[in-house]
């Protein structure tokens, strides 16, 4: 006795909309992300989203990001915190 086989289902049409952007995928992309904010982020804020200690993350921004990508990276002391931020060169 012989067994039917099923039919392939039709093939599904392709999404017309676009996917949201992608969440960062390393550690560099979330911080410059995160300082691109006009809020910016202070060290704490940047020490729980990595998992670095704060000297790390110091030398992170001043190394990798100031001197390696020439990113004008400014900090304002406001209230005894300190905020950095990603500034976009005036055009």
Sequence with gaps: MATRRKAAPPPQPEPVFDPPPAP????????????RTPAGATIPDLVDLTG?????VRGFISGA????????????????VRTYRIEEPAA
């Excluded at 960062?24 to 300082?35: D, F, G, M, Q, S």
């Excluded at 670095?52 to 790390?56: D, N, R």
């Excluded at 990001?65 to 005894?80: H, I, M, Y």
């Design 65 to 80: 990001l100031k001197k390696k990508r020439s990113l004008n990276v400014v900090s304002t002391k406001a209230d005894g």
């Design 24 to 35: 960062p995928t390393t550690k560099l992309e979330a911080v410059v992300r995160a300082l």
């Design 52 to 56: 670095w200690q704060e000297k790390s």
